[in-house]
């Protein structure tokens, strides 16, 4: 490859990058976007899930809330890590941000002043029950498994194999959430709760798949970033949210 141009190319026709080196600069504010959104939600996510520890109502409960404080964390550094071979300040960027930063409930996240880092949509709400802290870690799990496997697939081999080693730990968050929830619909008078809860958090999970432009998702494709419209990565998740309601006869 000789030229950028030769690179783009290579990129379209489903070549991969493996070194900072031979990144040109337009995929690597790219990359570096799509990186920094991963990091920043799992960042907020493990410090939303701290703030879930003491709603637990039990021991192991306690257990399970600590361990996907823990791992989330661990997930992010693993991409931050990827980050800093480009130069990020990996230290200063864990300190930039207030991660446990809410808005209210209600609150329109558009009209709001709290956007200030890359973290989904779902990860500006707060948890407010144990009930809701399992339902929006097993609905957001849902959507993490189609996002992760989108993920997977980038063009950038350092970071795509960060995914996969990533994947089995989520897929376990969100089993053990599944499990959760079922315990917790063996109590009749948690029923409503749980009702309510997956029509709040359906919502919030659902606009993390925001439909980029068609122009700017092209550009994405060729350099192998994207591969999945979200309109189609949202009919999937839709489909996963739609099996698991019937399955708990929701």
């Not at 350092?158 to 994947?167: D, G, K, N, T, V």
């Not at 919030?204 to 700017?216: D, I, L, N, T, Y």
């Not at 994405?220 to 990565?233: A, C, D, P, V, Y």
Request: aromatic share 10%.
């Amino acid at each position: 490859m000789s030229s950028t141009m030769d690179i783009y190319e290579y990129l379209a026709q489903g070549g991969v990058l493996t070194s900072p080196d031979n990144v040109p600069s337009r995929y690597r504010g790219e990359l570096l976007r799509l990186m920094s959104s991963f990091v920043d939600s799992e960042l907020a996510a493990s410090a939303g899930f701290a703030a879930s520890i003491n709603y637990a109502p039990s021991i192991q409960a306690r257990i399970a809330a600590s361990r996907i404080t823990l791992e989330k964390a661990e997930h992010a550094r693993k991409v931050l890590a990827v980050m800093s071979t480009f130069g990020t300040d990996s230290a200063r960027y864990e300190q930039q941000h207030d991660w446990a930063a809410r808005i209210g409930r209600n609150e329109s996240l558009a009209d709001s002043q709290g956007q200030a880092d890359m973290r989904l949509p779902v990860f500006y709400y707060p948890l407010q029950s144990w009930v809701d802290a399992v339902v929006m870690n097993v609905l957001q799990g849902l959507a993490a498994q189609v996002q992760l496997a989108e993920l997977a697939q980038v063009s950038y081999t350092p970071f795509a194999e960060s995914i996969r080693a990533i994947q089995p730990g989520e897929k376990e968050h969100l089993e053990q959430g599944i499990e959760a929830l079922k315990d917790i619909l063996h109590h009749s008078e948690h029923h409503a709760e749980v009702q309510d809860s997956f029509k709040y958090w359906q919502e919030k999970v659902a606009a993390g798949f925001s439909q980029a432009h068609p122009e700017r998702y092209e550009m994405l494709s060729k350099f192998g970033i994207r591969h999945q419209t979200n309109e189609r990565m949202l009919e999937q998740w839709t489909d996963r949210f739609t099996e698991l309601k019937k399955t708990l006869n929701l």
